[in-house]
């Protein structure tokens, strides 16, 4: 039997994936996953077996994994940040679970919120929460209740899956839920394609946010009460009396 690594790549640049990743990627024989995710790694898999799936085969992708380890090879499931953070970790466990498959190694990588908030500054320095504005498998009522009290527990939010071709007007409509509690001059940014090419860093308010347009390759972030912008960079205070 093989073994199963489920990787998190980290945003793109292969200087941010980390050496346990770089290792398990060597380690195998065949490499699964998303076509975007494989063409960010592709120099790195000279000689590997490559299947490369288009989105929503999540399931499939899963299986696959299963019956080629099963079969004696050694089986890299790739996603990009944290395989753990909207990822392959959990549907990969679930599925090989029923298989009663259980050499699985999940390997962690740097997620959007951690490569995006370096870019930013320090936006999540004290608490804070990641919500997808995803509502392909999650209703939007959850969505909104789930912003609503981040909000009203005064937490810097991470908002991943901003918009999609379909989904064009979901970072307006969470910011009009978002200032229901919070005002408009709230400090917050966004970062597009960090650790890839065509990186976009952006500070401004929560009212600009509302007018911004995000791409399926941004990440939001909206600082909490104490979050201020300095020298263009965000900085959410620890509470230091820093003098
Ligand atoms: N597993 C990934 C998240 C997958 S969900 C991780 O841990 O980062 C997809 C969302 O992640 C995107 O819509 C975007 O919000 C964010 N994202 C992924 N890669 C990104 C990048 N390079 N720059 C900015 N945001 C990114």
Same mark, same amino acid.
């Given at each position: 039997?093989?073994?199963i ?25 065949v490499?699964v996953g ?17 299947i490369?799936s288009?989105?929503?085969q999540e399931q499939k992708r899963c299986e696959t994994c299963v019956e080629l380890a099963v079969s004696?090879k050694?089986v890299?499931l ?5 395989? &753990? %953070?909207?990822?392959?970790? #959990?549907?990969l466990?679930?599925v090989? +679970?029923?298989? !009663?498959? /259980?050499?699985?190694? $999940?390997?962690? &990588? %740097?997620?959007?919120?951690? #490569? ?5 500054? +320090?936006?999540? !320095?004290? /608490?804070?929460?990641? $919500? ?112």
């Amino acid at each position: 039997m093989g073994k199963i690594y489920v990787i998190g790549l980290g945003p793109g640049d292969e200087k941010m994936m980390t050496a346990q990743a770089a290792d398990a990627l060597s380690a195998c024989d065949v490499v699964v996953g998303y076509k975007v995710y494989i063409d960010l790694i592709r120099d790195m898999c000279a000689g590997r077996e490559l299947i490369e799936s288009n989105m929503r085969q999540e399931q499939k992708r899963c299986e696959t994994c299963v019956e080629l380890a099963v079969s004696g090879k050694n089986v890299a499931l790739v996603c990009s940040g944290d395989a &753990g %953070v909207y990822g392959m970790a #959990s549907p990969l466990l679930e599925v090989a +679970a029923k298989a !009663g498959f /259980d050499d699985i190694a $999940i390997i962690p &990588g %740097v997620t959007a919120a951690l #490569s995006g908030a370096a870019l930013l500054g +320090a936006p999540i !320095g004290h /608490d804070f929460c990641v $919500i997808s504005l995803s509502d392909l498998r999650t209703p939007w009522e959850i969505i909104e209740k789930r912003l609503r009290l981040a909000a009203e527990a005064d937490l810097c939010i991470v908002l991943y899956n901003p918009a999609s071709h379909k989904r064009a007007d979901y970072l307006e409509r969470a910011c009009r839920i978002l200032m229901e509690r919070i005002d408009g001059n709230r400090s917050c940014g966004y970062v597009k394609n960090a650790g890839r090419d065509g990186t976009i860093r952006k500070v401004c308010t929560l009212g600009e946010l509302a007018g911004e347009e995000a791409d399926m390759f941004t990440t939001v972030f909206i600082g909490n009460s104490q979050t201020y912008i300095k020298n263009g960079r965000l900085i959410t205070p620890r509470g230091y009396d820093i003098q």
